[in-house]
């Protein structure tokens, strides 16, 4: 009944993490299309950056100690790409995104490819979880 639990609560935080993306793929595009002010954007995003890695990060420290190593695996890459990325970051508080370079094209195709490479990430994840939920659910019968 622990593995049940455990895959779903995988499920819904990884579904919240998916939801995320998309939020940060529409919004990057409002900022491309001139929609959106650059400012507007990093502070509706900037304040979701830390709980989203630790929540991720957690939930692979979860996978470690329940024992499933694949998924710990799989999820460790993009946790420690996460680390990477915050402490790489160019700007003193928290966030990622510096209101003044997300005009940069490069910037912003950066963070574009970013978001939708982590958001088939979520998607492929998430269809997993869901896999693992249902064989937990009819195991436990």
């Not at 990093?42 to 979701?48: E, I, R, T």
Request: net charge neutral; hydrophobic share 50%; glycine share 6%.
């Amino acid at each position: 009944m622990e593995v049940l639990w455990m895959w779903l609560l995988a499920l819904v935080v990884d579904l919240c993490l998916l939801f995320f993306m998309v939020f940060s793929l529409l919004a990057l595009e409002e900022v491309r299309t001139d929609g959106r002010n650059p400012n507007d954007f990093a502070k509706s995003l900037n304040p979701y950056i830390l709980p989203e890695y630790g929540v991720h990060a957690v939930i692979t420290v979860l996978f470690l100690l329940t024992g499933n190593y694949w998924s710990f695996l799989v999820n460790l890459c993009l946790t420690g790409y996460h680390i990477y990325r915050y402490q790489t970051r160019g700007r003193k508080g928290p966030g990622i995104y510096e209101p003044t370079e997300m005009m940069s094209r490069r910037v912003m195709n950066a963070a574009n490819i970013e978001c939708a490479v982590k958001l088939g990430f979520y998607m492929l994840t998430f269809f997993y979880y869901l896999y693992r939920t249902m064989y937990a659910l009819l195991a436990d019968d």
